[in-house]
């Protein structure tokens, strides 16, 4: 098992930029999860894709999008960024979203 | 909306046991336990559906009570590498793919 991959770990962005963070899934795993987490804070959930197809999303403005590709690998894609978006971004994978999560070790975003 | 955890914050020594407590407002179907080292990933310990069973992994486990809306997390005899922040995470439907995760318990093991 290779896990899950994400890059970058660490970014720095300005307010109002895009940036695109990837993730590679566990062998094996056919959907993927993504996950904001404060400082302190647990995940919050972004939004889950299976099968290439957006699979349900939490309380985040359409500003945060994201695909899945054919080898299950995934993007988050955040435009006009705040602030308020410097966070760690987790990306989880699982065989069906029916059993535990692997996450990654994930990528610190922060906005300037 | 977000599970409750409790206690915050735990500190034991090496060999004492604990229980970490989830508790939703919501019914629940299913209940993920992980665990978080500082600037790590946070790594699945164990998922219980409903149906109340409870589940074992080494000295760690846990168990469910759906008409409670409530899971337990049991650490026996506990180790330094048990140190850590424990997050519940609860799914409301037959579809666990959104996870609802809670605040944390930070549990601190000490020689």
């Known amino acids: 098992e290779t896990g899950v991959t994400q890059s970058p770990t660490h970014l720095i962005k300005t307010r109002g930029q895009q940036v695109t963070l990837r993730c590679s899934s566990q062998?094996?795993?056919?959907?993927v999860s993504w996950y904001q987490q404060a400082l302190g804070q647990g995940p919050q959930f972004i939004f889950q894709?299976?099968?290439?197809?957006?699979?349900g999303r939490g309380n985040f403005p359409p500003r945060f999008s994201g695909l899945q590709f054919p080898n299950y690998s995934s993007e988050l894609n955040v435009n006009a960024l705040e602030l308020d978006d410097s966070a760690l971004y987790l990306c989880a994978s699982s065989l069906a979203g029916v059993y535990g999560y692997t996450f990654g070790s994930g990528t610190r975003l922060t906005v300037v | 909306q977000q599970p409750v955890q409790s206690p915050q914050a735990v500190i034991l020594r090496e060999g004492e046991d604990a229980v970490i407590n989830c508790s939703s407002s919501k019914a629940l179907y299913s209940v993920h336990w992980y665990r978080q080292k500082h600037g790590e990933a946070p790594v699945f310990l164990m998922i219980l559906l409903k149906g109340g069973e409870q589940k074992g992994h080494e000295k760690i486990s846990a168990s469910f009570n759906e008409k409670k809306q409530q899971s337990s997390l049991y650490l026996t005899a506990s180790q330094l590498s048990y140190s850590g922040t424990y997050f519940c995470g609860t799914g409301a439907s037959g579809n666990t793919g959104k996870l609802i995760f809670g605040q944390g318990t930070t549990l601190q093991v000490k020689p």
């Open positions: 894709y299976y099968r290439e197809e957006e699979n």
């Open positions: 062998s094996g795993h056919n959907t």
